[in-house]
C-alpha cells in the first residue's frame, strides 16, 4: 500500500489530503473538504494534468510577445513538448485575445490561445 500527501489546488482552501493507492487503484482520499478536493486528488495520483501559460514571439506587432495558455489541461509529462513548440512559434499580428495560436500542440488534443490582444505596428 502507498501513500501520497497532497495540497489541493482546487480552491483556497489548500486542504492537506492523503491517498492510500494498492497499485494503481485508490483505496481512499482524506483531509477533503469539497468535492472538488475528492477530485483533484483522485485525478492527480492517476493522471495529472496542467494549464500551460506562456508567451509567443509576435511580428510586426506593437509588442514583441503576447501572452498564452493552454485551452484546457494537457498531461503534465508533456509540459516540456508544448513548451519547446510554444517557443518556436511565432505569430504576425494583429492578434486578438481568445485567438487560436498553435492547434494541436504537442500533439495533445488541445490549443493554444491568446490571453491578451497584440496591434499591429
Not at 32 to 58: D, H, L, Q, W
Not at 96 to 115: F, H, S, W
Request: aromatic residues 2%; neutral net charge.
Amino acid at each position: 500500500m502507498e501513500t501520497r500527501e497532497l495540497i489541493c489546488i482546487g480552491c483556497p482552501m489548500g486542504c492537506q489530503m492523503t491517498v492510500e493507492l494498492d497499485g494503481e487503484k485508490i483505496v481512499s482520499v482524506s483531509g477533503y473538504t469539497c468535492p472538488r478536493g475528492k477530485a483533484y486528488a483522485e485525478k492527480e495520483v492517476t493522471n495529472p494534468r496542467r494549464i500551460v501559460t506562456s508567451t509567443v514571439k509576435v511580428t510586426q506587432g506593437k509588442k514583441e510577445r503576447v501572452s498564452c495558455k493552454t485551452a484546457e489541461d494537457i498531461p503534465k509529462s508533456k509540459i516540456s513538448d508544448v513548451m519547446a513548440d510554444i517557443n518556436r512559434a511565432s505569430v504576425e499580428a494583429p492578434v486578438i485575445i481568445g485567438e487560436v495560436l498553435i492547434r494541436n500542440v504537442a500533439d495533445t488534443g488541445v490549443d493554444v490561445i491568446a490571453t491578451s490582444s497584440v496591434g499591429r505596428v
